[in-house]
């Protein structure tokens, strides 16, 4: 199977992201993939961050043991994508 670029994964996620968080006002060319996704970036909170857990486990099989020790992971969409690719490679 193709290994999915980090450019792909961003698109991707972006997509995901919206409906998962029923962002309906918001398109995925809305979405900086460097900017922050928690606070002054796209504005998510801590339940929004549950969400994209489950995201990554459903679609992806990640599954975070402990959320907050990958803090960093979850900083933007651009991280997300280089995560799930670096955690793909590694299979």
Do not use: C, H, W
């Amino acid at each position: 199977m193709e290994q999915k670029t980090v450019d792909q994964i961003i698109d991707q996620l972006k997509l995901q992201i919206i409906a998962a968080l029923n962002l309906e006002e918001i398109t995925p060319e809305d979405i900086d993939a460097d900017a922050p996704l928690f606070g002054e970036g796209l504005g998510l909170d801590s339940i929004d961050a549950l969400e994209l857990v489950i995201l990554l486990e459903r679609e992806y099989g990640i599954r975070m043991e402990d959320p907050k020790a990958n803090k960093e992971v979850f900083r933007s969409v651009r991280t997300l994508a280089e995560y799930i690719v670096a955690y793909k490679e590694k299979l």
